[in-house]
């Protein structure tokens, strides 16, 4: 890799080569029968040796023993631990929401660690953004391998932010497009009037581990407002006008308490996992940092 030149805008050359190093913790093991990185419970072909057992007429003779068959004159067939594919489906919300603050850019950034993370540990990434409701999902296609890290960089720095499809509605196209079983990665604020129920079971239904990351601006975790003022809701443009700010940020702060506990829960008792993040918090610490102390990846 070039020093002198980043491979991505989205990460420096440094993040980006302690970040190949790491992997995704599932909580459960939800994967493909084919092979991969993950170790099932029954024999298949990988390198790594678990037991023995008689041949039988069919078996590869390369797997014969012949050292144990010189020994007893019968002849026994060396079994390998199955190792199994496990897919990474990365969403990024596009919506007009994620443009306040560093959401959509921290959002992008995620994406393509998570996905280097599946890259580079032979699992199978798709990536899904969702802008506009009512069209399809923009797709990166299914990959594997160290050789398609352009191709996902590429895609992430191309999404065009600023739509209105609401990330329950998106969940729901992304599963109309996808097959397999692993992780769902879900990059969104979750600032949503919809149901969240639905969305959640499809995903846990489909065989698809949660993990859901709210990003949320500074002033959004800790607005400090005053006065008289007008909000306007950035993907329908409708307009709430306020007169006395101080007493609705009590009220504002017990919903997004409620919101959080709302995903936490429906994550968790679908095995999953959920956690929101400042936007403005460097890349670095949250994955080597904030991450890494929940669990989510090594």
């Known amino acids: 890799m070039d020093t002198t030149k980043n491979f991505t805008t989205l990460l420096d050359n440094a993040t980006l080569g302690r970040v190949e ?57 060396k079994q390998y631990r199955h190792e199994e594919e496990m897919h990474v489906v990365v969403l990024v919300d596009a919506s007009a929401s994620m443009q306040f603050g560093d959401k959509f850019e921290r959002a992008k950034q995620l994406a393509a660690c998570f996905a280097v993370m599946g890259l580079m540990n032979i699992e199978k990434v798709s990536l899904f953004a969702c802008q506009h ?38 969940v729901e196209a992304v599963l109309r497009q996808h097959r397999g079983r692993g992780i769902a990665v879900l990059l969104s604020d979750f600032l949503t009037f919809g149901a969240l129920e639905r969305p959640m079971n499809m995903l846990f239904s489909a065989g698809l581990e949660v993990f859901g990351v709210q990003l949320l601006s500074s002033i959004e975790l800790n607005p400090e407002l005053t006065g008289d003022l007008r909000f306007v809701d950035a993907e329908n443009g409708l307009t709430l006008d306020v007169s006395s700010v ?24 679908r095995s999953g996992r959920f956690t929101c993040l400042d936007a403005a918090t460097p890349i670095d610490t949250i994955m080597f940092d904030v991450l890494k102390r929940k669990g989510w990846v090594q």
Request: contains cysteine.
């Open 21 to 77: 190093r790491m992997r995704m913790l599932p909580m459960r093991r939800r994967t493909n029968r084919s092979r991969g990185e993950h170790l099932a419970g029954k024999g298949g072909t990988s390198t790594e040796f678990n037991d023995y057992r008689d041949y039988v007429p069919g078996d590869d003779m390369r797997n014969v023993d012949w050292n144990i068959f010189a020994r007893l004159n019968r002849p026994y067939v």
């Open 133 to 170: 409701a009512g069209q399809t999902p923009l797709i990166s296609p299914p990959c594997t391998g160290r050789m398609n890290m352009k191709r996902v960089f590429s895609f992430l720095e191309s999404i065009p932010p600023g739509g209105d499809f609401p990330i329950e509605e998106a």
């Open 246 to 269: 101080g007493d609705l940020l009590g009220f504002y702060h017990e919903h997004l308490n409620g919101l959080q506990e709302h995903l936490s829960t429906l994550c968790r008792q």
